[in-house]
């Protein structure tokens, strides 16, 4: 099989990957900007809440299924691979539903803003988590376009449906359309490429014996980063409060690019770097490196523009209530370029299946963010608060890149 990190066909699969995932992140960012207009600083910071739950719930799916499957898969026969994704549908859903029915109840327990937020959400997260899994499924199997057409179909959803929001202004409303665009966006990928769930005894006999052995280091890394990224969430808004909370994730939204970028690499990235490292660590770091190099490269051309836009931008898409937060596009703008640096030796250990090593950097980061964004928002208010998130990035990023130029012997493990 032909490697797709060379030529024309690189260049198609991996501008496949940017399309799909600027829908992705703009149906997101539409929500912030809705959920920021119609319900102001408060309102969307209950929608936050609620949506770093979702957050938690696919990054867990994601370590634990998504990428250890495709990290195993890519490199093996057809019809072995539609095997292992069916599996992980099977997998997935099952999982979320659980995650789901735990959201509900930890909702419930709390109440007010937090509470709520978790409550919106739970509807729709399992539609949410599987149309992540089929669209990268999709890009597995070298259907760049199918995949770009899943997200398309979600952010047309959310985009039409803008003046039912407008009509009736809750929180709810605004959340639901976001789900029903998930739940059109998983029809579409399933009719692009049909799959049904296997069994579930089936299924989880092949993830364990395929993933789970790379899957309990990367969950473990996604328990501790989604648990402390979360924890972060909470402590800053009650140091912060919920106005000046929400004031940050917007300007987080659109000043930092990474979650395109990021993402948009991942998708062709994760499966390429997978052929390639069967072959040897030589070949995928070149791999790596070169898919570094265009992050940090485009990390920092939207950091030029941001300079001279962000501003501006921010109180235009957000509202005038939104205007003391204008400040955050410096610290946000750096934590973007230092998290750039290491995303794709990061895909790099994945694809090597270096899961301790993942765990090791991936901790260091969550947990320095979480000491620097909390110690320097005591000190320095919402703009301390995105310099500790910089100075958290900067020390993940350190620790990807030396545990990934190392070598990769004593795999798995």
Not at 92 to 97: E, G, L, M, Y
Not at 127 to 144: C, S, Y
Not at 163 to 169: E, V
């Amino acid at each position: 099989m032909p490697l797709p990190d060379v030529g024309r066909f690189r260049r198609r699969i991996f501008a496949w990957g940017f399309v799909a995932q600027a829908f992705s992140s703009a149906t997101n960012f539409a929500l912030t900007i809705v959920a920021g207009r119609l319900l102001g600083p408060s309102g969307l910071g209950v929608v936050v809440i609620g949506f770093g739950a979702y957050q938690f719930v696919a990054g867990l799916q994601r370590a634990i299924v998504i990428q250890p499957l495709i990290a195993e898969s890519a490199p093996l026969p057809k019809t072995e691979r539609q095997r292992l994704a069916e599996s992980g549908l099977s997998v997935v859903a099952i999982f979320t539903a659980v995650a789901t029915i735990a959201v509900v109840v930890i909702g419930v327990a709390l109440g007010g803003q937090f509470g709520r937020g978790l409550l919106i959400f739970a509807p729709w997260l399992v539609v949410a988590v599987l149309q992540e899994f089929w669209k990268a499924i999709l890009f597995q199997e070298n259907r760049g376009a199918a995949a770009t057409l899943s997200d398309c179909v979600r952010f047309s959803i959310v985009a039409l449906t803008i003046p039912l929001a407008l009509a009736w202004r809750h929180d709810y409303v605004v959340v639901g359309f976001w789900g029903i665009g998930a739940a059109a966006g998983l029809m579409t990928s399933l009719v692009a490429l049909p799959g049904r769930p296997r069994r579930l005894r089936a299924a989880a006999a092949d993830w364990r014996d395929r993933a789970w052995v790379l899957g309990r280091w990367l969950g473990a890394r996604e328990v501790i980063y989604q648990s402390l990224t979360y924890s972060t969430l909470l402590v800053l808004a009650i140091v912060l409060g919920a106005a000046e909370l929400g004031g940050l994730r917007a300007a987080e939204a659109l000043f930092s690019p990474l979650s395109l970028i990021a993402a948009a690499l991942v998708l062709p990235a994760l499966p390429a770097l997978s052929r390639a490292s069967a072959s040897s660590h030589a070949r995928a770091l070149r791999l790596a490196l070169g898919v570094g190099f265009v992050a940090v490269g485009l990390a920092l051309s939207y950091m030029a523009v941001m300079a001279l836009l962000g501003s501006w931008l921010l109180v235009h898409l957000y509202g005038v209530s939104f205007s003391p937060f204008t400040t955050l596009v410096w610290p946000m703008a750096v934590a973007q370029v230092v998290s750039a640096a290491g995303a794709s030796f990061n895909l790099l250990l994945l694809a090597e299946k270096r899961g301790r090593a993942s765990l090791a950097a991936g901790a260091t980061g969550s947990f320095a963010t979480l000491a620097c964004a909390t110690g320097f928002a005591l000190g320095y208010g919402v703009e301390g608060a995105a310099w500790g998130m910089a100075a958290g990035s900067a020390a993940g990023s350190a620790v990807f890149i030396y545990l990934g130029l190392r070598s990769g012997a004593g795999r798995a493990g």
